[in-house]
């Protein structure tokens, strides 16, 4: 706990106090617990195949293989070559490679108010050193105005950084409507979609980038492990990176065979059945939470059945969001309010802000992310947390 916050420390001393119950985990847009299948394939890479894939000789050799056999793998997933799919260590990492390697110079970089930091930070970065830089604006939907954004497309080759669905409110942007613009524009999309493989079918998002970025730890694999992949040919990057000659020279070093194991695993067992159910959850979830919850707004489209519900707590919460998470957290309930990269608590959405909802609902977030591994159960344990809580509240 070196170097952590306050809460933080209160939340370690209270949970070394109590005996432990059974974990609520409802926090999987920032991290998904590991498939126990994901962990078999990733200890077999490390008992039989630990060799360095660029070494002559036999281990090497069959460490080579697998690696292949990974790209092959994952490449499939994504319908894109696998001499194009790049491992490295991280989906941020992977973020920032793209970014880097297309010249600002010659490219005018647009993506959208409401992206995770990892995609905001750099170009904001470019921005403020005078490169050209748009931030599209969503409506209460969490959507861009296609119109505006074909306005931006008519004076200048364009990259698109997106995701299709936000982290934070499950909103879902238009992408077939955004990838049928490069029909009549030179614009490069590039797709973050970390979220989008575990919560949408693939015939709704694979057919539509020319770069798509993952990270392994989103879809129950460990963490360590980040790619991107090109399915257009035309889209070449800067490589700014010296030294060796590993993953094309984008990420020089040697690779992480458990950890790109585990990944193209864990992309295997991502199943469209999967998040059948999982919209099924969603539906089933908000249903119990208006029927036990005294008062709370929805802020997550109607028409966003992704896993990702995020509401607003009304009334009194406005100052007690901090302890409404610490007294949360003690009984052994995982959910956010934004980003984990946030690092804080007492601030408003700032996405929620953007879609022009009120300070009060920004103020009283919080953000319920559903998985593989939940189920009803989940959802009625915090029900009932909710509304003793808001019933505490109300009797104030």
């Known amino acids: 706990m070196l170097c952590r916050c306050k809460y933080l420390k209160r939340l370690n001393d209270k949970k070394n106090a109590e005996t432990p119950t059974k974990l609520v985990y409802l926090d999987n847009c920032a991290t998904t617990p590991v498939d126990p299948r994901v962990i078999g394939a990733m200890e077999t890479a490390c008992r039989k195949t630990w060799g360095n894939p660029s070494s002559i000789h036999l281990a090497g050799l069959e460490a080579a293989k697998l690696l292949d056999k990974c790209r092959i793998d994952v490449g499939t997933f994504l319908d894109c070559p696998p001499e194009k799919v790049y491992f490295c260590g991280s989906a941020t990492d992977a973020l920032f490679t793209v970014i880097k390697g297309f010249n600002p110079k010659k490219f005018h970089f647009i993506t959208t108010a409401i992206e995770h930091s990892a995609i905001i930070s750099p170009l904001l970065h470019l921005k403020n050193k005078g490169h050209n830089v748009d931030f599209l604006k969503v409506d209460s939907n969490g959507q861009i105005c296609i119109s505006e954004f074909e306005k931006l497309l008519k004076h200048k080759d364009a990259v698109f950084f997106y995701s299709p669905i936000n982290h934070e409110t499950g909103s879902i942007q238009s992408i077939r409507e955004i990838y049928q613009l490069k029909k009549n524009y030179n614009v490069t999309i590039v797709m973050d979609a970390v979220q989008a493989v575990t919560r949408l079918t693939t015939e709704k998002w694979q057919p539509y980038y020319d770069i798509i970025v ?45 950890g790109i194991t585990a990944c193209a695993e864990a992309i295997k067992l991502l199943s469209n059945d999967e998040i059948s159910r999982l919209k099924i959850l969603h539906t089933e979830g908000l249903k119990i939470l208006q029927n036990e919850v005294p008062q709370f707004a929805v802020n997550t489209p109607s028409n966003s059945q992704t896993g990702i519900l995020n509401i607003s707590l009304m009334g009194k919460n406005v100052n007690l969001m901090e302890k409404l998470i610490l007294t949360m957290a003690e009984e052994q309930i995982c959910v956010s309010r934004f980003s984990a990269c946030n690092g804080k608590i007492k601030i408003p959405s700032q996405i929620l802000k953007e879609m022009g909802f009120s300070y009060e609902r920004a103020m009283t977030s919080l953000r319920i992310s559903c998985g593989r591994f939940n189920s009803r159960d989940d959802f009625f344990r915090l029900a009932r947390f909710l509304k003793i809580w808001q019933n505490k509240l109300i009797q104030l």
Do not use: C, M, V, W
């Open 214 to 258: 993952l990270g392994s730890h989103k879809f129950y694999a460990p963490k360590g492990t980040g790619l991107f992949a090109i399915k257009n040919k035309t889209s070449k990057l800067h490589k700014f990176r010296s030294g060796s000659k590993q993953e094309d020279g984008y990420f020089p070093g040697t690779q992480n065979i458990p």
